[in-house]
């Protein structure tokens, strides 16, 4: 679990997407940045339109093929979070659990505690994976599921995102650059071939289906119960500013420069 003991009781779902990577990307940092003014303990559920996430720490320019992706309107967001860079679009569900951060869990137990969630929902569907430590589940050798974190002071946040009917082609072209093993500075994405459920198994699930078995998984893994929520006004107030100031920028997004 994301704490790292149980927490029994309640916590709010958000079942909440914005048609925006960017406004999706602030409200990942405004969750977190809400735990100090008391919100409750977080699952969110989401979805993206067309886009590339970046790592906090990562250069655009050597992970993402920038002139394909605007040749196809894909915007190019960078996350408060490390790790590597990803492909979103409608076929990929995002998954995201903030609560208050347990004392003495390690980063490699925070991982894989968390990365049960999604292994749990793969058993249900009868899908045989793997946990590849720190971040990854697969599926016969190829990444199904990727995961990225924060442990702070007085927080623990994981969001994870599940391949499941999203374009492969256009997730291996536009991320062409990752794959190359020049040296940088910056964080190099490590690049693992991918899957979808779909294409794993070679039938058709449902994104609502799915949603639904997750947060059942949740719910068991967690031994909590989810009860629909809302954002708070300051919470909207907050993921606006973060949006406005920050995550609608170019600076921050192509170049790591925000606060």
């Given at each position: 679990?994301?704490?790292?003991?149980?927490?029994s009781?309640?916590?709010?779902?958000?079942?909440?997407?914005?048609?925006?990577?960017?406004?999706?990307?602030a409200?990942?940092?405004?969750l977190?940045?809400s735990?100090s003014s008391?919100?409750?303990?977080?699952v969110?559920?989401?979805?993206?339109?067309?886009?590339?996430?970046v790592?906090?720490f990562q250069?655009?320019?050597?992970?993402?093929?920038?002139a394909?992706c605007?040749q196809n309107n894909?915007p190019?967001?960078r996350?408060f979070?490390g790790g590597?860079a990803?492909?979103?679009d409608e076929?990929?569900l995002?998954?995201t659990?903030v609560?208050?951060?347990q004392r003495?869990?390690s980063?490699a137990?925070f991982?894989?505690?968390?990365?049960?969630?999604?292994?749990n929902?793969l058993?249900h569907?009868?899908?045989?994976?793997?946990?590849?430590?720190?971040n990854?589940?697969?599926i016969s050798?190829?990444?199904?599921?990727?995961?990225?974190?924060a442990?702070?002071?007085?927080?623990a946040?994981w969001?994870?995102?599940?391949?499941i009917s999203t374009?492969?082609?256009m997730?291996?072209?536009?991320l062409q650059?990752?794959?190359?093993?020049r040296?940088?500075?910056?964080i190099?994405?490590?690049?693992q071939?991918?899957?979808?459920?779909?294409s794993a198994?070679?039938?058709?699930?449902d994104?609502?289906?799915?949603?639904?078995?997750?947060i059942?998984?949740?719910q068991?893994?967690?031994?909590?119960?989810?009860e629909?929520?809302?954002?708070?006004?300051?919470?909207?107030r907050?993921m606006?500013s973060?949006y406005?100031?920050?995550?609608s920028?170019?600076?921050?997004?192509?170049?790591?420069?925000?606060?």
């Amino acid at each position: 679990m994301v704490s790292g003991a149980k927490m029994s009781g309640k916590w709010r779902l958000l079942d909440l997407s914005y048609a925006s990577v960017f406004q999706n990307l602030a409200l990942e940092e405004g969750l977190v940045r809400s735990r100090s003014s008391g919100s409750p303990p977080t699952v969110r559920i989401w979805v993206d339109p067309p886009a590339v996430v970046v790592g906090r720490f990562q250069a655009v320019s050597a992970e993402v093929d920038v002139a394909l992706c605007q040749q196809n309107n894909i915007p190019i967001g960078r996350r408060f979070t490390g790790g590597g860079a990803v492909f979103h679009d409608e076929g990929n569900l995002n998954f995201t659990v903030v609560t208050p951060r347990q004392r003495g869990i390690s980063l490699a137990e925070f991982y894989k505690t968390n990365c049960a969630v999604i292994s749990n929902l793969l058993d249900h569907l009868g899908v045989k994976s793997s946990y590849v430590p720190p971040n990854s589940i697969e599926i016969s050798g190829k990444k199904v599921s990727g995961s990225a974190g924060a442990l702070g002071r007085e927080f623990a946040l994981w969001h994870a995102s599940l391949l499941i009917s999203t374009d492969e082609q256009m997730l291996k072209d536009v991320l062409q650059p990752s794959r190359a093993g020049r040296a940088t500075k910056f964080i190099r994405s490590k690049w693992q071939p991918v899957v979808t459920l779909e294409s794993a198994l070679g039938r058709h699930f449902d994104i609502e289906d799915i949603k639904r078995r997750l947060i059942d998984s949740c719910q068991t893994c967690f031994g909590v119960e989810l009860e629909n929520g809302e954002l708070s006004p300051d919470e909207q107030r907050l993921m606006e500013s973060l949006y406005d100031r920050k995550y609608s920028s170019s600076e921050w997004n192509l170049h790591g420069f925000g606060t």
